[in-house]
């Protein structure tokens, strides 16, 4: 028998990428409502409430609403949006750092810029390599597609335009999700840029190995992260060090996340660094995958790799 899936915010950047991959997948049926079903509430909340698994691609109040509007426990719900990433009683959409999705009803997907950042540091900060109280800081570039419409449509509409550096503030809404889940004591201080290409994301976390009071040296740190993600077919540990990395305009879609550790030849410093696609294990393809786990299904159904 099928599960039902209701995808609420499907005409999105992320909602339509979800729609492709589920469409057609066996053990999955789609409830889909039309142009003015889906902004009719009525429908929505009935949607919401037949469905076994709902999927939310709304901004964050709507999302906040959205779970309101269901009104039985058997409803299992995935937040997409940045709305539960923090909250009470949701499971952190994570699998590879150990949260239990299968088993959870409410799963909040990480978002895009954290997902490199944690996977870089949650388990060196378990491992006792990196304290929790560390100043760290994390430097990241994004395909535009991860800006959501506004942002898409700036990019293409001005050919000029091919950078975007942001965050100024420091107060971006990721950095929560990247201090409780990664164990720290402090927020990191948070440096996102956006370049012209449509998908496609490098975070990137110095180390002063030197400095760090285990004093790790670059194949600590490289045996620390495949210890935490060995096994993984989504998450690779490489363990040579390329002379660049690229992040190419047109680029294919991938679920894929590559971590690098980077150190000059006296182990003294470290650039650590994910490469992944932001449409990809940073937003739907996450999506996808805790949809399985959650239902039962083959992880990597619906994934590139």
Not at 123 to 142: H, K, M
Not at 223 to 252: K, M, N
Request: proline share 6%.
């Amino acid at each position: 028998m099928s599960a039902s899936v209701f995808i609420d915010g499907v005409v999105g950047t992320t909602g339509l990428e979800i729609r492709e991959r589920l469409e057609g997948r066996d053990g999955l049926s789609l409830v889909l409502l039309d142009e003015a079903r889906r902004k009719d509430r009525d429908a929505r909340r009935e949607a919401l409430n037949d469905a076994d698994f709902v999927i939310l691609c709304l901004p964050d109040d709507a999302a906040r609403e959205a779970v309101l509007m269901i009104d039985n426990p058997r409803t299992r719900v995935i937040d997409a949006s940045s709305a539960h990433r923090v909250a009470d009683g949701w499971t952190y959409g994570f699998p590879e750092l150990g949260f239990d999705v299968a088993n959870a009803r409410l799963v909040s997907n990480p978002g895009c810029y954290p997902t490199g950042f944690l996977a870089l540091i949650a388990p060196l900060v378990r491992a006792g390599l990196v304290p929790a109280s560390w100043p760290l800081t994390v430097n990241a570039v994004s395909g535009y597609s991860g800006g959501g419409k506004a942002l898409i449509e700036r990019f293409e509409r001005d050919e000029t335009l091919a950078y975007r550096d942001y965050g100024f503030g420091l107060a971006h809404k990721h950095l929560p999700e990247m201090q409780r889940h990664a164990g720290l004591a402090h927020a990191p201080i948070f440096a996102p840029m956006v370049i012209r290409a449509l998908r496609g994301m490098v975070v990137e976390v110095p180390l002063p190995l030197a400095l760090l009071p285990a004093r790790p040296d670059r194949a600590a740190i490289v045996a620390a992260l495949s210890a935490a993600f060995g096994g993984s077919p989504i998450v690779t540990v490489h363990d040579d060090q390329p002379d660049e990395l690229l992040v190419r305009e047109g680029a294919a879609g991938t679920d894929r996340l590559d971590l690098y550790v980077f150190a000059g030849p006296d182990d003294a410093q470290a650039r650590l660094v994910a490469c992944l696609d932001n449409l990809g294990k940073g937003a739907s393809g996450a999506a996808v995958q805790n949809l399985n786990l959650m239902a039962g299904l083959d992880p990597l159904a619906g994934l590139t790799l």
